[in-house]
């Protein structure tokens, strides 16, 4: 993987960069003055305790929120949040996308909407490994299928950016990583990835960079081993990091 | 694997989205419920319509005077979608909300908003799915129309188009304000309440100020049901129909300003009273749009052939001062009888209210109460009578006309029909039920996963 990462240190354009990026629930403060950047094809982990802001933070960005301050800029121009699903496309945490329709039809959906061919929705199904319950209700679906269910959606869409909210909840190890390898695939072609994820072993299996979000701030960025020369702890485990730095 | 940059550009197909929308609704049980609910409700109605007509026609048939009176408009078809009406109101709103609450309730909803469709097109192709769904739930009131025909009762095409088309505004504004509440709502509890607190809240309207003038009449034209009222009596008005579709656009718009999440409520708001300003103006226009066709068989919206043309001819303006209150059953025949007939068939009338509300406590009467006053150009005549017969003679003489010879034209003949309808139930609580299970269990099939779907297995 670190080979991967090197090579993608060499690609200067910045696809993503979000600029003090602010997010209140009245008086609450949900995030606070975010600022981080995301390279193509890099994938980036927002890693923080529950409450810490991950899931706000995905979906401001997504323009599913309205933020409070800050901006979001897209290949140097600002991009305005009515305009975010241009470049973002984000995956929630506990979705049953159409509980009453059968998974192939959730998924049939999707790629017709963005004009994939047949071809195209099978090789996302096979690649999460969709097809035992093809002919099933989605509110049948167990955790991990439904997980799996929006995955194939998410690879469906055409977005250069994907945000997804924890993407192996549901998942036991082996699945874990056959998703990880997925990822790592897509993005190995050029797009990009954000991923909210609680389960530090999962986030350091996948992630090239971490931001480290803990109350709604950003407590450090960077990929592992800037994080252990942050901390001088050589060999830190990501979790042995968080504690560390949160 | 990815879809190069222009390809992304192009605008997506309405087609997947129309679909998904269709199937969403066919396949909640709120629709297919409906649907059951309204057979015996609508089998009801039309057995009693059918035999209340049969009562009346068999005296008719004796005596064609009677059987003039008899329109299947009044005796069975208006009875029987009345009971449609009901299942309308108070059904479909769950229906139409499912159409965008489930959607809500399980997140897709922040799925679909990120989908390459505009708002207003997610709108419209749940609006597309909710008319689909009135015209499934509308299949037991239009069996009646087959049966009655069986029967061998009289169906006029235009009359019975035009209440059809009626009924689907209705659903069509009833959808509108479900699709609104579901869209400003957390979940379909609370969007249930807001559309059932809207259409049941117009019959409070129609209950409380029926008969009243002024401010409380006005409140009372809010009321949803007067948007049936005009198909009922067979008239088919395009302000009326302009009006209907400004309020559903209205709705749909409002509800598109709030389908997307992320903008702040101010902006909404904003934009929400734009869309209202708007739809306000339009209904303001629709509501200039006077002409109205009589579709009746029996013309009960006109008077005579000889006399709607001749009083077509007759340029100048008409003013008609009425001294009666608006509660008074003489102000509703003249209304019905004659001002209603005169505003469509001529050019320039303009109806003066000047009776309020007469005061009985008063010892002397009030001498002008219940005049009626007419002034074409610069000549008037008063008249206490509501009937056309004396009123427009009395027209042609303030304009100097010759009355039109009374051309012996066809008369309505009327359409008495002795039958049963108790067989009927057979279909309203057999047949029918059994075909709408067997739709439902349709709907429900697993659907045909092509091979290449399969193919690729769990890793």
């Known amino acids: 993987m670190m080979a991967d990462i090197c090579a993608r240190d060499a690609i200067p354009a910045q696809a993503l960069r979000v600029a003090n990026l602010t997010k209140r629930y009245g008086h609450e403060l949900a995030i606070s003055d975010v600022t981080f950047s995301l390279v193509p094809g890099e994938v980036l982990g927002i890693v923080g305790p529950n409450g810490a802001g991950k899931t706000t933070l995905l979906e401001t960005l997504a323009g599913l929120l309205a933020a409070d301050s800050g901006a979001v800029f897209w290949r140097g121009k600002q991009l305005p949040p009515q305009c975010r699903r241009d470049a973002l496309f984000y995956l929630p945490d506990g979705v049953k996308p159409y509980q009453d329709r059968f998974a192939a039809e959730v998924v049939s959906f999707f790629g017709s909407v963005y004009n994939r061919s047949a071809a195209e929705i099978a090789a996302r199904i096979a690649a999460v490994g969709l097809a035992p319950v093809l002919g099933k209700r989605v509110r049948a679906l167990s955790k991990g299928y439904n997980r799996r269910l929006l995955i194939a959606i998410g690879l469906l869409t055409p977005q250069d950016v994907l945000l997804m909210d924890e993407p192996f909840d549901g998942f036991d190890l082996r699945q874990t990583r056959h998703i990880v390898e997925v990822i790592r695939n897509e993005a190995a072609k050029g797009r990009s990835f954000m991923l909210a994820i609680h389960q530090l072993a999962d986030a350091e299996r996948v992630c090239d960079r971490f931001i480290l979000l803990a109350g709604g701030q950003v407590r450090a960025i960077g990929t592992l081993d800037e994080l252990r020369a942050q901390t001088s702890r050589r060999g830190a485990s990501l979790e042995e990091l968080f504690l560390a730095l949160t | 694997m990815r879809l190069p940059r222009a390809h992304r550009l192009c605008a997506p197909s309405l087609r997947p989205l129309l679909a998904k929308e269709l199937a969403e609704i066919v396949s909640g049980r709120a629709l297919w419920t409906m649907l059951l609910l309204a057979c015996p409700l609508v089998g009801f109605s039309f057995v009693q319509a059918v035999a209340l007509y049969s009562e009346a026609s068999a005296a008719a048939l004796q005596s064609p005077v009677l059987a003039t009176s008899l329109s299947p408009l009044d005796g069975i078809l208006v009875p029987t979608f009345g009971a449609f009406y009901l299942a309308v109101t108070l059904l479909f709103p769950f229906v139409a909300i499912r159409a965008l609450g489930q959607e809500k309730e399980t997140g897709a909803l922040r799925l679909l908003v990120q989908l390459p469709y505009r708002s207003s097109t997610l709108i419209i192709a749940k609006l597309a799915a909710v008319l689909a769904a009135w015209a499934l739930v509308s299949i037991p009131a239009l069996s009646t129309l087959a049966i009655w025909a069986v029967l061998g009762g009289h169906l006029a095409l235009s009359e019975t188009l035009n209440l059809l088309l009626g009924h689907l505004l209705y659903g069509l504004l009833v959808g509108a304000i479900a699709l609104l509440?579901?869209?400003?709502?957390?979940?379909?509890?609370?969007?249930?309440?807001?559309?059932?607190?809207?259409?049941?809240?117009?019959?409070?309207?129609?209950?409380?100020?029926?008969?009243?003038?002024?401010?409380?009449?006005?409140?009372?034209?809010?009321?949803?049901?007067?948007?049936?009222?005009?198909?009922?009596?067979?008239?088919?008005?395009?302000?009326?129909?302009?009006?209907?579709?400004?309020?559903?656009?209205?709705?749909?718009?409002?509800?598109?300003?709030?389908?997307?999440?992320?903008?702040?409520?101010?902006?909404?708001?904003?934009?929400?009273?734009?869309?209202?300003?708007?739809?306000?103006?339009?209904?303001?226009?629709?509501?200039?749009?006077?002409?109205?066709?009589?579709?009746?068989?029996?013309?009960?919206?006109?008077?005579?052939?000889?006399?709607?043309?001749?009083?077509?001819?007759?340029?100048?303006?008409?003013?008609?001062?009425?001294?009666?209150?608006?509660?008074?059953?003489?102000?509703?025949?003249?209304?019905?009888?004659?001002?209603?007939?005169?505003?469509?068939?001529?050019?320039?009338?303009?109806?003066?209210?000047?009776?309020?509300?007469?005061?009985?406590?008063?010892?002397?009467?009030?001498?002008?109460?219940?005049?009626?006053?007419?002034?074409?150009?610069?000549?008037?005549?008063?008249?206490?009578?509501?009937?056309?017969?004396?009123?427009?003679?009395?027209?042609?003489?303030?304009?100097?006309?010759?009355?039109?010879?009374?051309?012996?034209?066809?008369?309505?003949?009327?359409?008495?029909?002795?039958?049963?309808?108790?067989?009927?139930?057979?279909?309203?609580?057999?047949?029918?039920?059994?075909?709408?299970?067997?739709?439902?269990?349709?709907?429900?099939?697993?659907?045909?996963?092509?091979?290449?779907?399969?193919?690729?297995?769990?890793?």
Not at chain 2, 228 to 244: N, P, T
Not at chain 2, 284 to 305: C, G, K, M, W, Y
């Open chain 2, 181 to 459: 509440a579901a869209t400003i709502s957390d979940n379909s509890a609370t969007a249930a309440i807001i559309a059932l607190a809207v259409t049941i809240g117009s019959w409070v309207l129609d209950f409380t100020f029926a008969g009243r003038s002024g401010l409380s009449a006005w409140f009372a034209q809010l009321s949803l049901t007067q948007t049936l009222r005009s198909f009922e009596q067979g008239l088919f008005s395009a302000g009326l129909v302009l009006g209907i579709m400004a309020v559903v656009c209205g709705l749909a718009a409002v509800a598109s300003v709030w389908l997307p999440p992320g903008i702040v409520p101010r902006i909404k708001l904003v934009r929400s009273a734009l869309c209202v300003l708007v739809t306000v103006v339009a209904i303001v226009i629709a509501s200039q749009i006077r002409e109205a066709v009589d579709v009746t068989e029996d013309q009960r919206n006109s008077f005579l052939p000889a006399d709607q043309r001749l009083l077509a001819t007759l340029r100048l303006p008409l003013a008609v001062t009425v001294n009666l209150a608006p509660e008074d059953p003489r102000y509703v025949d003249l209304q019905r009888n004659v001002l209603a007939k005169l505003e469509r068939a001529m050019p320039n009338v303009s109806v003066v209210f000047a009776g309020g509300r007469r005061d009985v406590a008063r010892k002397s009467p009030d001498d002008a109460y219940g005049t009626i006053e007419y002034v074409y150009g610069n000549r008037s005549d008063v008249s206490r009578s509501t009937s056309p017969r004396e009123i427009l003679p009395l027209l042609y003489a303030l304009a100097s006309t010759q009355p039109p010879a009374s051309a012996a034209g066809a008369e309505y003949p009327g359409y008495p029909l002795v039958a049963s309808a108790e067989a009927t139930w057979l279909w309203f609580l057999g047949g029918l039920p059994v075909l709408i299970v067997l739709g439902w269990s349709w709907t429900r099939r697993p659907p045909r996963i092509p091979a290449s779907f399969v193919e690729g297995g769990p890793p």
